[in-house]
């Protein structure tokens, strides 16, 4: 359990030195949640409907930008080689990478929905949903962005291409989660849209940390 706890910190300390990559992606979550009202015109209800779907793109967009850094940075200075031979599994590692990336870039964006939640005209209990879906749906989209990263870390400007091979994975959880806060479904559409965000939110967590880890040993080949 050490060593899983180094790599978890380590990884966070590392954000939060680096700093500027955090706050980039959470300016970008909320001014893109923010331009939507201009686009969309001041219908108060409209804005309400097309509210949750709103935030939850600009949160997928807004995680891309931080994929490239989730295994990137280990990969140049060595840092994953050397962790290659480490007692703790790789599977175990990416499971610690991917909960740090997590708390520092996908926590941040949570904390903030209530300020997009009003400006899109949310009611309350609206809001607590959308920030309770996001808190289970998120973690899926890291899952994937790790996989996008893994597959991606040897190859030069591989950031470009990651985004690319996520979105159409990232696509259920999207759906799932507008579909479990959409104001326009029915209670029990959207109970079950968020069990299947949930389950979707568990399988991704059960397969990912095999396929990085799989990916970031061919890529040290």
């Not at 996520?166 to 559409?189: C, H, K, M």
Request: glycine fraction near 6%.
């Amino acid at each position: 359990m050490k060593p899983f706890l180094a790599v978890l910190t380590r990884d966070m300390k590392l954000a939060t030195r680096i700093g500027g990559d955090s706050l980039t992606v959470l300016l970008f979550y909320i001014m893109t949640g923010a331009i939507m009202p201009f686009a969309i015109g001041p219908d108060k209800d409209q804005l309400a409907q097309l509210g949750p779907a709103i935030i939850w793109i600009s949160a997928l967009l807004s995680l891309l930008l931080a994929l490239d850094r989730l295994f990137r940075m280990d990969h140049e200075d060595g840092s994953l080689l050397a962790m290659r031979q480490a007692s703790l599994p790789l599977e175990m590692i990416v499971v610690a990478k991917i909960c740090a990336h997590w708390v520092t870039t996908a926590l941040p964006l949570i904390v903030a929905t209530p300020v997009l939640a009003i400006l899109l005209n949310l009611e309350i209990d609206q809001t607590l949903r959308v920030i309770f879906t996001l808190l289970v749906g998120t973690p899926a989209l890291i899952c994937f962005g790790a996989i996008g990263a893994a597959v991606t870390v040897s190859i030069k400007r591989g950031g470009l291409i990651a985004p690319i091979l996520i979105l159409p994975l990232s696509i259920p959880t999207l759906i799932f989660g507008v579909s479990a806060v959409s104001s326009g479904a029915i209670a029990n559409a959207q109970d079950a849209a968020l069990l299947f965000l949930a389950g979707f939110t568990l399988l991704s967590l059960v397969f990912t940390p095999f396929a990085a880890a799989l990916a970031l040993k061919m890529a040290a080949e």
